[in-house]
């Protein structure tokens, strides 16, 4: 596609379930990243993954999270049992360059009942 | 750490008028600075950067200044619409690939009455 995908668009789960949210980046683009929006908040660095290299990741707020990569293209950002604190938007982008023109996804809302 | 501080937070301007947001940055190595604009419900984009060998650049009604001595860069927009209310984000590039190079500041709420 001609932009950054991001699937599902809405997710409502209740608390203690496990969910799984995707990214498909701009086709070339080898860096890869994840943020969370609260709502009216900025942007909350989660997780970056550049090419083949040890992905940085320093922004995920607990071992509850998890993100992969696969074949250098599609992310995936896994959340195990689920809280209410962890209903936000969940943001992902991609960029050819490192640091540099980003381009975001539509974001996953992302409600813990 | 290192991090970006943007000021305002909130700003309302009456449509017409100009609206300027300021940034300061604290890596001095950092050398590249975008803005990045997100209307109510929709993603972030890119809507203006610049590179520390200018001090300016311009895009119609909106333009970014850069004060390397002073590490501070600010957004200029000249002749406000209700379109231009959004959130903007400034960033700026950091050595040490932590976060990916990239720092956002906390952005600013734009409002344009008309």
């Known amino acids: 596609g001609a932009g950054v995908s991001q699937s599902p668009s809405n997710k409502v789960t209740e608390k203690g379930k496990d969910v799984e949210l995707r990214c498909d980046p701009i086709s070339g683009h080898t860096a890869l990243y994840w943020y969370r929006q609260s709502l009216g908040q900025g942007l909350e660095f989660l997780i970056y993954f550049q090419g083949n290299s040890a992905p940085d990741k320093s922004g995920l707020p607990s071992d509850r999270f998890s993100a992969e990569r696969t074949g250098g293209s599609v992310s995936t950002l896994t959340i195990q049992r689920t809280q209410q604190e962890d209903s936000a938007v969940y943001l992902c982008a991609s960029s050819f360059r490192r640091g540099e023109k980003l381009f975001f996804g539509s974001g996953t809302q992302l409600s813990v009942l | ?114």
């Not at chain 2, 895009?59 to 406000?80: C, M």
Request: glycine share 8%.
């Open chain 2, 1 to 114: 750490g290192e991090n970006v501080e943007q000021h305002p937070s909130t700003l309302s301007v009456q449509e017409g008028d100009s609206a300027v947001i300021k940034c300061t940055y604290s890596d001095s190595a950092s050398n590249y600075f975008p803005w990045y604009k997100q209307e109510l419900g929709k993603r972030p984009q890119l809507i203006i950067d610049i590179r520390s060998n200018v001090g300016e650049k311009k895009d119609q009604r909106i333009a970014v200044t850069l004060n390397k001595t002073a590490k501070h860069f600010s957004l200029h927009i000249t002749e406000t619409q209700p379109e231009d209310s959004a959130v903007y984000f400034c960033a700026a590039s950091i050595r040490g690939g932590s976060q990916g190079n990239l720092i956002f500041g906390k952005g600013t709420k734009l409002s344009v009455k008309p």
